[in-house]
């Protein structure tokens, strides 16, 4: 019997160190706050949790517990609010730099505002209050916001564990999506980042099917899996959480590199400096501590109704498909076909492409359509995709010209090719024509069927 235990024992250590040789061992909190950044979670808890969107705290860029002022703004629904609160902001600003300009030249504060101020600095030296006068920032508050982003995050928060801890993730990596999109699948950020987990297309492409028919960076489930498979891969390879969590915000390469450089996340966050680490990147793990504890606290609170998950039935396509012909088969609104497939895109739901082959669908989960499911007829079904037409810009061309001698609007123009805000093209550049383009000419417009020179079939 003792011979029996002594190679049970055996075969456990065995097995442990196989296990420990593949993944790096997590030693203490995988979420630790760092005394370093102490200041930076507790400033951002109180952006999440105190402070609304009508609010602008102006504070150090560098130093987090130092707060100048918080700027009451109006309504952004009001009429000419941008302009209106970037005045106000403008002009609290200024009356912060005079006063640290005023410290900066030797100056005694009298006022209770310059008394204030000049005890914020721990260190009352001049070249601090210089530094200071030009490292003012300005952050709108979140606290209405974040509590939006909860009460939708119950529709996904369960799926979305689920997924994680089937990829051997960390629970608490579901809250990731409060600092990235609030838990909106539809939400887009100004560097053409989308979806829950606000991929960029470059690389969301190493994960995901995007292009003019299918972006799966706005599917809940799909994205979820994606950005699994690209956090275990940055923890595979910085063995930090912290350093993990920051990869995805600043890139997996520069955080090796500095990593390399620099070892702990500790002294990354001290030393490092780079052209693209900079306040966005070096605050990102502190801004998910914050979100994570903010989102726990909401939990416990019985006043607040989250929404719930909505039930789906999923048909795998067999073929290429009209979205208004499945519509109408299952008796599918317009509205909730949209709502349960948000990775299809406009021409799909407005029949200028068809759904593509292989696609996962999701219907209403009701005793009607899973009986439906069962006897899908082949007649629903197309063997190909629509084409899809380009042209090739000349000299002389623009994106106003283009639109109208095919008859399409300039945004959905700009749209199908990803066009800048400039709509800069170039000539000999193959322009995508958004689906069933009209060729206008001699007062008088046909549909465009083929382009032979140029028209390429697409999945």
Same mark, same amino acid.
């Given at each position: 019997?003792?011979?029996?235990?002594?190679? @049970?024992?055996?075969?456990?250590?065995?097995?442990?160190?196989?296990?420990?040789?593949?993944?790096?061992?997590?030693?203490?909190?995988?979420?630790?706050?760092?005394?370093?950044?102490?200041?930076?979670?507790?400033?951002?808890?109180?952006?999440?949790?105190?402070?609304?969107?009508?609010?602008?705290?102006?504070?150090?860029?560098?130093?987090?517990?130092?707060?100048?002022?918080?700027?009451?703004?109006?309504? !952004?629904? &009001?009429?000419?609010?941008?302009?209106?609160?970037?005045?106000?902001?403008?002009?609290?600003?200024?009356?912060?730099?005079?006063?640290?300009?005023?410290?900066?030249?030797?100056?005694?504060?009298?006022?209770?505002?310059?008394?204030?101020?000049?005890?914020?600095?721990?260190? +009352?030296?001049?070249?601090?209050?210089?530094?200071?006068?030009?490292?003012?920032?300005?952050?709108?508050?979140?606290?209405?916001?974040?509590?939006?982003?909860?009460?939708?995050?119950?529709?996904?928060?369960?799926?979305?564990?689920?997924?994680?801890?089937?990829?051997?993730?960390?629970?608490?990596?579901?809250?990731?999506?409060?600092?990235?999109?609030?838990?909106?699948?539809?939400?887009?950020?100004?560097?053409?980042?989308?979806?829950? !987990?606000?991929? &960029?297309?470059?690389?969301?492409?190493?994960?995901?099917?995007? @292009?003019?028919?299918?972006?799966?960076?706005?599917?809940?489930?799909?994205?979820?899996?994606?950005?699994?498979?690209?956090?275990?891969? +940055?923890?595979?390879?910085?063995?930090? !959480?912290?350093?993990?969590?920051?990869?995805?915000?600043?890139?997996?390469?520069?955080?090796?590199?500095?990593?390399?450089?620099?070892?702990?996340?500790?002294?990354?966050?001290?030393?490092?400096?780079?052209?693209?680490?900079?306040?966005?990147?070096?605050?990102?793990?502190?801004?998910?501590?914050?979100?994570?504890?903010?989102?726990?606290?909401?939990?416990?609170?019985?006043?607040?109704?989250?929404?719930?998950?909505?039930?789906?039935?999923?048909?795998?396509?067999?073929?290429?498909? =009209?979205?208004?012909?499945?519509? =109408?088969?299952?008796?599918?609104?317009?509205?909730?076909?949209?709502?349960?497939?948000?990775?299809?895109?406009?021409?799909?739901?407005?029949?200028?492409?068809?759904?593509?082959?292989?696609?996962?669908?999701?219907?209403?989960?009701?005793?009607?359509?899973?009986?439906?499911?069962?006897?899908?007829?082949?007649?629903?079904?197309?063997?190909?995709?629509?084409?899809?037409?380009?042209?090739?810009?000349?000299?002389?061309?623009?994106?106003?010209?283009?639109?109208?001698?095919?008859?399409?609007?300039?945004?959905?123009?700009?749209?199908?090719?990803?066009?800048?805000?400039?709509?800069?093209?170039?000539?000999?550049?193959?322009?995508?024509?958004?689906?069933?383009?009209?060729?206008?000419?001699?007062?008088?417009?046909?549909?465009?069927? &083929?382009?032979?020179?140029?028209?390429?079939?697409?999945?």
């Amino acid at each position: 019997m003792f011979s029996a235990l002594k190679k @049970n024992l055996l075969c456990f250590s065995l097995i442990a160190a196989i296990l420990s040789a593949a993944l790096p061992a997590m030693a203490g909190p995988r979420f630790p706050i760092f005394p370093v950044i102490k200041s930076n979670v507790n400033f951002w808890e109180k952006v999440y949790s105190t402070y609304s969107t009508r609010q602008g705290i102006l504070h150090d860029k560098e130093d987090l517990d130092i707060i100048y002022t918080v700027v009451n703004l109006v309504d !952004w629904n &009001t009429p000419g609010a941008a302009r209106i609160n970037k005045q106000l902001v403008k002009i609290a600003r200024q009356r912060y730099k005079s006063i640290l300009s005023s410290l900066a030249e030797g100056n005694t504060p009298t006022s209770k505002d310059e008394i204030r101020i000049a005890a914020l600095f721990k260190k +009352n030296r001049h070249p601090s209050f210089r530094r200071a006068r030009d490292n003012i920032r300005l952050q709108i508050g979140q606290k209405d916001r974040f509590l939006t982003g909860f009460i939708r995050s119950g529709a996904y928060l369960s799926s979305i564990k689920r997924i994680l801890r089937a990829k051997g993730l960390p629970a608490e990596l579901a809250y990731l999506p409060h600092v990235e999109s609030s838990f909106n699948p539809k939400a887009y950020s100004k560097v053409a980042a989308a979806g829950l !987990w606000q991929f &960029t297309r470059a690389t969301g492409r190493q994960y995901l099917t995007i @292009n003019d028919v299918i972006d799966e960076r706005l599917d809940v489930y799909l994205s979820t899996q994606a950005a699994a498979q690209f956090l275990r891969e +940055n923890y595979r390879q910085l063995s930090s !959480w912290p350093l993990a969590l920051t990869a995805y915000n600043y890139g997996r390469a520069g955080m090796v590199r500095a990593s390399e450089q620099l070892g702990s996340y500790e002294k990354i966050f001290i030393s490092h400096n780079s052209k693209i680490f900079k306040f966005a990147s070096k605050n990102f793990y502190s801004e998910f501590l914050a979100a994570l504890r903010v989102a726990k606290k909401l939990e416990k609170n019985p006043q607040i109704i989250q929404d719930r998950p909505r039930a789906s039935a999923t048909l795998r396509l067999k073929g290429f498909a =009209k979205a208004s012909s499945l519509r =109408k088969y299952f008796r599918v609104s317009r509205q909730d076909f949209a709502l349960l497939n948000p990775a299809l895109r406009a021409p799909v739901l407005k029949g200028k492409k068809y759904v593509p082959k292989g696609y996962l669908l999701r219907l209403p989960a009701t005793q009607y359509i899973r009986k439906k499911i069962k006897t899908v007829p082949p007649s629903l079904f197309h063997s190909r995709q629509t084409r899809t037409l380009f042209y090739k810009v000349r000299r002389g061309d623009t994106v106003s010209s283009i639109a109208r001698k095919y008859h399409v609007r300039q945004k959905e123009l700009i749209r199908a090719n990803h066009l800048n805000r400039k709509r800069t093209i170039h000539p000999g550049q193959k322009l995508r024509i958004p689906a069933r383009g009209r060729l206008v000419a001699s007062g008088r417009s046909k549909t465009i069927r &083929t382009l032979k020179a140029t028209a390429k079939r697409r999945p």
